[in-house]
């Protein structure tokens, strides 16, 4: 056997314990499976008097990650730290510009720096790799740089964060409103204290960019992304999707058109029986659509501590066989800087719900203004309520233009028999 | 970049046809990915006079596959014959020996001479690769030899056989039965001529023995898998599951047990929500559940020209890359024998659909039969028919050992007021 493929880590949370205890249980079938054993000679955490149920006494403690990252004795510097700057980053710099290789599970990073990492590898001959930064134990990182590599990627659709996900699915299963399970969840450990980068959509948008960058060979460009989150979603709208044979999730969506790559998330409502509308609670999917391998769908836990510790080993594994690529899988050089699709040229299906006066002639109205800026309706659901009371009127339009639908809603919500602003979802079929 | 690799191709049917389309297409992409290009230097097929729509001027042609694979100025033989002996197993071998790696979508050869083709690699130092071998252009092999390297996987379950789900799909879909939906597919093209390997099982079965060696690090035991195909499925058990909230799938399953290792490909019920439950038509599906990365499931073509073709491209850039692995992931002498489960020690629920005589006391009969074997029923279904006449009942048993419900089935199917042979389907609930 081999040398020992000596690592340092950085940041022992969650994660960082999850990856210590993996790497304990199942030494001898990665020993195996590696050629050689990979060993930690240094961590460094805020706390090293916390007791952690693991032995770390052969271990070199560092209290600064930076320092760690250019001194350790370690072929690989694992840096689970977490933030998109800082020291986070200063540590994986440092490690590079040492040429030690790099693994990261930190997505903000990647997504807001990555083209940086990237550089600083190249000029030092190491390499970076971040399978634990896009949707846990599911290796999809490997399955676009490697298993799907000889096709051109049409398509990425993915859902990247599973608090979103379990907060969806536990509205359609409970009948119980955003705030009411995002609550529970929080009591329940499910959510974190602050969740607002889960439920905004900026997490799903992080790993959106580097999925983004390998499936199309761009550069990563996360401000390209049009974000929006789960926040506004009601009960109603999960209900009336229900009765049209729909699911709402909230999805990362990139993909190449004719005018250049659209890079989006925001909530969708995909058909029922569709793959994806059956991921449910804290999963997470990724879907790639190829010219030759056609559509594949890779489903799994999107977080947590033995997934995540997986994918960061497979990475160690990677590194300990030989087997390193390009950060962005071909040469910097190479990675195109294709046009953005601004949001307001996105063609697609439109879920659109409003309250209207009980008035007759409102459908009318309305419909004449969608057929004014050419939006062709699809279906309909008005559900008789209480006479005299406002009504929620429901659509499903037929594709269109963004802005077409825009200036439409922007006119309709001006009648004076349109009680609320109009809430729109858009759909995705496919 | 450096020198281009290599390859000669023996057989030049819709896959190989596929390659080559594949390999001019994406030529610029692929290039990029490898570092180097791919270039085919020989081909051998029987017809070389017929137009294949692709310039084969500058290859090298040969009619001897084996003499091919030994004497052609190649890195790399890409084997796309088919069958588990003959010419495929000598076109291999002679690769291998001359130090030539090989890239097959083989799976019988496989399943039968694995351990043989291993044995060959490792002594003169090639490797062999097979992503297309297992559920076409899904990377299920890449998912388990390196992306969830980290783990001990407990179970694999997959939809490993495109024609069979196919069928089942549609006797569903449209209340037809099997032989119906047989013939028509035929008649599409969907299904080959002679289907006999797709819905017996067997080729699900060379596949499942493939993923169990890569799960569990065991020698290849296709002899060890119990096998059923769906022939026997009525369009009644298809219904009567859909009734209980399951649908029905062909499906491949090894896990390890406390006394072993368990292979089976049969009939399944699986409820109705499930992922693999909504992978429909002639999609395949590998579920690998994990002691880390927990459930991955993985879902795509499991066939076809361009699913396949993605596939072998995939380790041919591997082996550009310069990424190559022992065949079975460790070195041949590290693989286990572990002992092999017989399938009537196999412990699960059952649905059971007899053919009885309308007579009081029938179903307490049948359940005192039950009892004594120590099986317990969890559901029954009755349906009035007309008086008089023979009536099916169905009935859904708690888990119990498979000897027992063998057992307890003979007994029943002796007795007078049971008109048909016992019907039995397994369930299985994850």
Redesign the interface.
Known sequence: MSEPLKIAIAGLGTVGM?LLK?LQ??ST??S??C?REIVVTAVCSRDRTKDRGVDLGSITWYDNAARMASEADAQVIVELIGGSDGIALETCMNALQAGRNVVTANKALLAHHGMTLARAAKNSGASVHY?AAVA????II??LR???????IQRICGILNGTSNYIMTRMRNESLSFEAVLKDAQDLGYAEADPIFDVNGVDAAHKLAILASLAF?TEINFDAIHIEGIGNISLSDVEYANELGFRIKLLGIAQRTETGIEQRVHPCLIPA???MA??EFAYNAVEVT????????????GA?A??T???V??DL??IA???T?PVF???GD?LAALPTVPMNEHLGKYFIRLKVTDHSGVLAQITAILSKHDVSVESVLQRAQDPGKPVPLVMVVHETREHRMNAALLEISALDSVMSEPHLIRIELH
């Open positions: 999850g993996l249980d199942n079938t990665i195996q499976r050629g399978e846990g134990g599911i290796p490997k399955s490697e298993g799907l590599s000889a096709n051109n060979g029986s569709s793959i059956n991921v190829c010219d030759f391998a056609e559509t594949v769908i890779h489903v799994g836990p947590g033995g997934p510790a997986s994918a080993i497979a594994v990677d066989r030989g087997h690529l899988n071909v040469p190479k």
